[in-house]
């Protein structure tokens, strides 16, 4: 199976299962990826997701086997409009924060589908690769999109053109991602990640997803009207009530996501 998947505490772990090949995508894999996150949006018990790689790497990328076998090949029209970009479109679209727990090497469009994730954090043996250029091609999944808004137009040309290998710590650093984590720490700091954002509002973490998103594209006129729609739909949710109903009263909590 190319997508393991697992629901513990209201977190969906989902893990990319091609260990064999550092997690490549080939098509039955980007396939079974979009189903798995629209299952995890329709899913009122899952209320976060953690998407991740089995095995040494977190992805590597498209799987070059693929597109060389002319039996296989579904040409690069396909590949980017009905495998990659849906993928992000679901990631930035669902509703529920997704967090990219980057355990090995993260290249090519392995690379850009975490960044493209609501919370970043890696191995301190993890590295992420713009390996586009290596092969003669562009970087896809959104890269040229996220990686300039995230560490700044000239360094992220230049990843791009050039293609180095940036480990977790450097990424943290040049705030590509959230945090780098010691090997040792990883997953148990991914667990309890995973488990505090689940317990969190998830309603208003939703809207804080949507008005990042709108925050791409909007001047600050636009951004502002859109902050007071989002605060008035949050200040009318459960959660909203609770929030405050548990700071009046000196306890922690119990936010249901509604």
Same mark, same amino acid.
């Given at each position: 199976m190319s997508i393991a998947v697992q629901i513990e505490e209201g977190v969906a772990y989902i893990a990319l299962n091609r260990p064999e090949v550092f /997690?490549?995508?080939?098509? +039955?894999? *980007? #396939?079974? !990826?979009? /189903?798995?996150?629209?299952?995890c949006e329709t899913n009122s018990q899952v209320r976060a997701i953690v998407l991740t790689g089995n095995g040494k790497a977190f992805c590597a990328g498209q799987d070059l086997k693929e597109v060389t076998n002319p039996e296989e090949n579904p040409g690069f029209k396909n590949i980017l409009e009905e495998h990659y970009n849906p993928i992000i479109r679901r990631v930035r679209k669902i509703e529920k924060p997704i967090i990219a727990a980057v355990n090995g090497v993260a290249a090519g469009a392995g690379a850009n589908i975490a960044l493209a994730c609501d919370i970043v954090v890696a191995n301190t043996n993890a590295s992420f690769i713009q390996a586009?250029?290596?092969?003669?091609?562009? &970087?896809?999944?959104? @890269?040229?999109?996220?990686? &300039?808004?995230?560490? @700044?137009f000239q360094k992220a040309s230049a990843l791009a053109m050039l293609g180095d290998k940036i480990s977790a710590e450097e990424a943290e650093k040049m705030g590509? %991602?959230?945090?780098a984590v010691a090997s040792n720490d990883f997953d148990?700091?991914?667990?309890?990640? *995973?488990?505090?954002? $689940?317990?969190?509002?998830?309603?208003? #973490? @939703? #809207?804080?997803?949507? *008005?990042?998103?709108?925050?791409?594209? /909007?001047? !600050?006129? $636009?951004? !502002?009207?859109? +902050?007071?729609?989002?605060? %008035?739909?949050?200040? +009318?949710?459960?959660?909203? /009530?609770?929030?405050?109903? *548990?700071?009046? +009263?000196?306890r922690k909590p119990n936010f249901k996501g509604e």
């Open positions: /997690n490549s995508f080939n098509r +039955e894999m *980007a #396939l079974k !990826l979009q /189903n798995t996150l629209d299952e586009f250029s290596k092969i003669g091609l562009i &970087p896809d999944s959104g @890269g040229t999109f996220f990686l &300039p808004r995230l560490i @700044g590509m %991602i959230y945090k148990e700091y991914v667990r309890n990640l *995973a488990i505090k954002v $689940g317990k969190m509002p998830t309603k208003a #973490l @939703g #809207l804080i997803k949507k *008005a990042l998103n709108a925050s791409l594209g /909007n001047d !600050l006129e $636009g951004q !502002l009207i859109l +902050e007071s729609k989002y605060q %008035i739909e949050a200040s +009318e949710s459960k959660d909203y /009530n609770e929030g405050v109903s *548990a700071f009046i +009263e000196k």
